[in-house]
Every structure is written in C-alpha cells, then in structure tokens.
C-alpha cells in the first residue's frame, strides 16, 4: 500500500508513518514471535516452516532472524 492510500482516508495522519508502524506489529512482531514459538520443534528437526512471502526479507524477516538463531537458511532447493 501506498502513503497517499492512507491519507486520502485519513488525511490528519502522515500515511508513511502508519504504514512503517503497521509493518514494525505485522511483520517484524509477529516474526519474532513466529520464530519463538517455532523454535523447539525447528530445534528438534524435521520441520517444514511455511510462511507467507512478506515475512521473509529484511532485517527484521524470517530469514535473517533464522541466521542470527544459528541456522543455516538455503534459497535453493535440495
């Protein structure tokens, strides 16, 4: 979505704002919490983490935090 989209219905809120704010509880929040929940079974091995596209970039995505945990992440198949 687009800063503008947001301000055309809400014009006394500065659309990028809201749009990073909505990213920071969407995305990176609920990253960190898929990736707590996630951590024992992923642990244990022999898991499959299915997750939708817009989780995985990023600083604060998927991928990234996955690598700072310590696993080895591949964007290609075996």
């Known amino acids: 979505m687009e800063p503008e989209i947001v301000e055309l219905s809400f014009p006394e809120l500065d659309g990028a704002a809201v749009l990073r704010q909505g990213d920071r509880y969407f995305l990176d929040q609920r990253n960190s919490n898929m990736l707590a929940t996630a951590l024992p079974e992923l642990e244990a ?4 983490m ?3 596209a817009f989780h995985l970039p990023g ?3 998927l991928i990234a935090l996955l690598r700072q945990a310590g696993f080895e992440v591949s964007l ?3």
């Open 50 to 52: 299915a997750v939708g």
């Open 45 to 48: 091995g022999g898991v499959v």
């Open 76 to 78: 290609e198949a075996r």
């Open 59 to 61: 600083e604060a995505g």
